[in-house]
């Protein structure tokens, strides 16, 4: 069995300045990959960012970026720069290739 | 524009009846996908298709069925038998199964009083 755990339920950041949300999953298998989504207000869910487990290299998608420590099963995302429209609740999420499997979210508000 | 769109975004229905939810997609996708979602919670898996005339339960099947008759559609019907019915339904579709990025319709509201 899989599991994802997001031990921040909500979090707040001035606009323009950096924060980051945890996630920690574990997974027996050696293959896998990881994704961050996102669910604005309208409920839409949007993937932010994905890694590959067998890379080594952090993903980054212009203002988001991971920080993916393999041997400690952990997956963070950092928001650089944050913006209004970043206020959403954030999924981390886990795939080994059996289904995709999400952890409770993050609720982000990104203030002012 | 290919996506996924969910049908309708709101529904209301009174308790014991069977309500049937649409997702449609347009993106040639082989792999489907059903979640429900309840207040401040994460999404749970129901039902998966890989492909035509096929379809794997999830997590949380019980009290729900579904069909896959054509690659576009995949319907989810709530039955009586789920407890807890009201909730968020989201559906996805991805290229194939496994590790592909998956594509979520905008969700439909089930309410059930």
């Known amino acids: 069995a899989q599991t994802v755990t997001q031990s921040q339920p909500e979090m707040s950041v001035q606009e323009a300045e950096t924060v980051t949300l945890s996630c920690t999953y574990d997974t027996s298998e050696n293959n896998y990959y990881l994704f961050w989504y996102k669910q604005p207000p309208s409920r839409q869910m949007i993937l932010v960012i994905r890694?590959?487990?067998?890379?080594?290299q952090n993903a980054t998608e212009n203002r988001f970026s991971v920080n993916f420590q393999k041997a400690a099963k952990s997956f963070s995302l950092k928001i650089s720069d944050s913006q209004l429209g970043d206020t959403a609740m954030y999924f981390c999420?886990?795939?080994?290739?059996?289904?995709?499997?999400f952890g409770g979210g993050t609720r982000l508000m990104v203030k002012p | 524009d290919g996506g996924i769109t969910q049908s309708p975004k709101y529904l209301f229905r009174k308790e014991g009846q069977n309500v049937t939810l649409s997702c449609e997609q347009n993106l040639n996708h082989d792999a489907m996908y059903w979640y429900r979602q309840d207040p401040g919670q994460g999404l749970r898996l129901i039902y998966y298709?890989?492909?035509?005339?096929?379809?794997q339960k999830g997590d949380i099947a019980e009290g729900y069925s579904v069909s896959r008759e054509k690659k576009e559609s995949f319907p989810l019907t709530v039955t009586s038998a789920q407890k807890n019915p009201t909730a968020f339904y989201l559906c996805?579709?991805?290229?194939?199964?496994?590790?592909?990025?998956?594509?979520f319709g905008p969700g439909t509201r089930l309410t059930v009083t």
């Open positions: 890694q590959e487990a067998y890379k080594q």
């Open positions: 999420a886990l795939d080994a290739g059996n289904m995709l499997t």
């Open positions: 996805a579709s991805s290229i194939g199964r496994g590790t592909y990025e998956q594509y």
């Open positions: 298709s890989q492909i035509v005339n096929d379809f």
